[in-house]
């Protein structure tokens, strides 16, 4: 008669361990590993079974991917608990979604399941004849390498979250600067106070008397604080940004609004009528507009070497002809100089 512990039946063996019920066909327990033969099993039963776990090993390593290891830990986990159910053993189709970006997507992950058991062809992976063991060995690798992956993931995230502290300061910067310009939106609207107003204007009488209260962005930072009346020209309006920032009228190129458009006459080529107004060319009360200097963004085009010479002739600012000085000229003359 059979041992106790290797009391044969027809659903299987019970483990003199642990006293599981195993597969009649397989030689170890599937629950702690215990031997038919009376011992632990081992991963190095012999030179072959270690140059394959080895391989696996190997393999397994370069998996950093923790969708593909759940992956496989769900396909190799199943195929061992359940060597006597056929639907654990394939195929699995490579054309299958799932299959296909964890496991033909991932380096090393098909040469996982292959070592496990599973045989390979050109449409699908299939189990012939499960080795719980194997399987075993295979399962605890897969976890082994699911729990450093998560590790290095954990460290990761915490490296992240303090180059995110670090920065917090500026972004507590950027928070300031909207609220500011929120702020001033609001005073411009008349709900909320103006920081500096004259002790008796309101934003009523700003309104009824036509005054443009505008902010101009400069070309190298910082913004200036306008107030003009609507009927101003624009003509007037850009000798007074000229006064303001030195920027020269034929240089100047003013954007407001959203979409953006181009102020009438600065920068939009469409040359200048001293007749059009503040008002004609559609600013309003409250307007932010953005000066761009086409002298600097030119010479800029020119020091980045990115441009063909065509390419620069038609970037270059247009200028009045009598005007000697103008980038235009000098460029001219810098060319007709080689």
Not at 3 to 32: F, R, Y
Not at 33 to 53: I, P
Not at 162 to 169: C, D, Q, T, V, Y
Request: glycine share 8%.
């Amino acid at each position: 008669l059979p041992p106790p512990c290797e009391a044969m039946a027809d659903e299987g063996w019970s483990c003199n361990q642990c006293t599981l019920i195993n597969p009649v066909a397989s030689m170890s327990c599937t629950a702690c590993g215990w031997s038919r033969g009376g011992g632990r099993s081992t991963l190095h039963l012999d030179q072959a079974t270690a140059s394959a776990e080895q391989d696996c090993q190997t393999a397994v390593e370069r998996i950093w991917n923790e969708a593909s290891l759940k992956v496989l830990l769900t396909l190799v986990g199943n195929a061992a608990d359940n060597p006597n159910d056929p639907k654990f053993r394939g195929p699995l189709r490579k054309s299958n979604a799932r299959i296909s970006a964890a496991i033909m997507g991932v380096a090393g992950a098909a040469e996982v399941l292959r070592l496990a058991g599973f045989e390979e062809d050109c449409d699908s992976f299939t189990l012939p004849a499960p080795d719980v063991a194997r399987l075993g060995r295979v399962r605890a690798l897969l976890r082994q390498q699911e729990a450093v992956v998560a590790s290095s993931r954990s460290a990761t995230e915490a490296s992240g979250y303090s180059s995110a502290s670090r920065k917090s300061k500026f972004d507590e910067n950027i928070l300031r600067e909207i609220q500011a310009e929120n702020h001033h939106r609001e005073s411009l609207r008349g709900r909320a106070p103006p920081r500096q107003p004259p002790p008796q204007e309101t934003a009523a009488k700003v309104k009824a008397s036509g005054t443009l209260r505008m902010r101009l962005r400069l070309p190298l930072g910082g913004i200036a604080e306008l107030e003009m009346h609507g009927e101003t020209t624009v003509t007037a309006f850009c000798a007074h940004v000229t006064a303001l920032t030195g920027v020269r009228r034929q240089y100047q190129k003013l954007r407001f609004g959203f979409p953006s458009k181009v102020l009438p006459g600065c920068g939009d080529g469409s040359g200048t009528d001293d007749s059009i107004t503040l008002t004609d060319a559609g600013l309003h009360d409250g307007e932010v507009l953005v000066l761009e200097d086409l002298h600097d963004l030119f010479l800029g085009n020119l020091e980045s070497g990115q441009f063909t010479m065509s390419e620069l002739l038609e970037r270059v600012p247009d200028a009045p002809d009598s005007d000697e000085q103008s980038t235009e000229v000098l460029f001219l003359k810098a060319i007709s100089a080689f």
